[in-house]
């Protein structure tokens, strides 16, 4: 069974950085395509970052392309996220899609396993 923990969370003032990471257990990441989620206070949870199996393809969404920057080796998905703001103050997910063929593949959908959420904080 694959459990994923983030870690890396927590406070930077606006314009600074961090670099979130997630951690698999029960099984490796070599067959799942990796994505990030974050939610808000008071908002939905929304796709932040994916990346395919194999790495070669990745997608951010909105305003945070150019930003955030997903990435990943045979163990751990990470999340370089600069030149943050206070909107992007929320809880992030790791979550894992798991695929069976094509490995260049990068979605949001038809997520199998979910991380607890690390918590960042931009502010002043």
């Known amino acids: 069974q694959l459990q994923l923990v983030e870690s890396g969370g927590g406070r930077v003032q606006p314009g600074g950085s961090l670099r979130l990471s997630c951690t698999a257990s029960g099984a490796t990441l070599d067959h799942y395509a990796m994505s990030w989620f974050r939610q808000a206070p008071g908002s939905d949870r929304e796709g932040v970052s994916c990346?395919?199996?194999?790495?070669?393809n990745t997608y951010t969404a909105g305003s945070m392309n150019g930003r955030f920057t997903i990435s990943r080796d045979n163990a751990k998905v990470y999340l370089q996220m600069n030149s943050l703001k206070v909107e992007d103050t929320a809880v992030y997910y790791c979550?894992?899609?798991?695929?069976?063929?094509?490995?260049?593949?990068?979605?949001?959908?038809?997520?199998?396993?979910w991380g607890n959420g690390t918590l960042v904080t931009v502010s002043s």
């Open positions: 979550a894992a899609r798991p695929i069976v063929s094509r490995p260049q593949q990068c979605s949001f959908l038809q997520i199998q396993s």
């Open positions: 990346i395919s199996m194999d790495g070669t």
